[in-house]
């Protein structure tokens, strides 16, 4: 299987089993104000699947076929965001058999490994895992306590990436990271009609994929 193939099936499975869950939250009213300060008339919830035994172990198993799909990607440790990335992370580490540790968002207290917790990183290849990347502004906090604390640093995982708004990219560029994920918004675009959000919440989505920045300006969020 191609890796476009496979990304389009883990995307069409990662966006059905959000629904299920009732992950996906759409506002027809009031915005969501994301961490990074962006506005949205949607909101994904991957906290939501933990809840469940069989939703945990699609992520797991969907998350560890995607890595391995990069030959060149070696772990010795896995590095859990807090908050929710921590307890991903412990199931990922928990499948393949890999010591755990969790990074804060900010130092807490002083010395290099102010930010990490459960052991020493030092010159280990830690890959860092997250529910979420937005404009991947908490990664470079993330990314940087660990290499602080003397970590290897080139791989992020997350279970969805928004993809639509500035910055992302160019940020992932400049910390020299990869980022590996399950699914997107063209992932749950993509669905079979009947699957995703209704006709109502499918236009006030288009309507906010077509200019990101413009709506959550428009709406009290981060704008131009």
Request: charged share 25%; net charge neutral.
């Amino acid at each position: 299987m191609s890796r476009d193939s496979h990304q389009a099936i883990t995307g069409r499975s990662i966006s059905r089993l959000l629904l299920e869950a009732g992950a996906i939250q759409v506002s027809q009213d009031q915005p969501f104000f994301l961490a990074a300060g962006w506005a949205s008339p949607v909101y994904v919830d991957c906290r939501l699947l933990v809840d469940r035994p069989r939703w945990r172990r699609t992520v797991i198993d969907l998350a560890i076929a995607t890595l391995r799909r990069s030959p060149s990607l070696d772990i010795d440790i896995i590095a859990g965001a807090e908050t929710a990335g921590i307890p991903w992370a412990a199931f990922l580490a928990e499948r393949l058999d890999l010591p755990l540790r969790y990074v804060r968002k900010r130092p807490l207290g002083i010395g290099r490994n102010a930010q990490v917790e459960g052991g020493s990183v030092e010159g280990r290849n830690v890959l860092l895992v997250d529910d979420l990347t937005t404009d991947a502004s908490s990664k470079a906090s993330f990314t940087r306590g660990l290499r602080q604390a003397g970590a290897v640093v080139t791989d992020v995982f997350s279970i969805f990436h928004h993809a639509v708004f500035p910055g992302g990219q160019e940020r992932l560029q400049e910390l020299g990271l990869r980022l590996h994920y399950l699914a997107s918004w063209e992932d749950l675009r993509r669905l079979e009609p009947g699957e995703g959000l209704n006709k109502a919440q499918q236009a006030l989505l288009e309507h906010f994929l077509a200019d990101p920045v413009a709506w959550s300006g428009h709406h009290g969020g981060r704008g131009f």
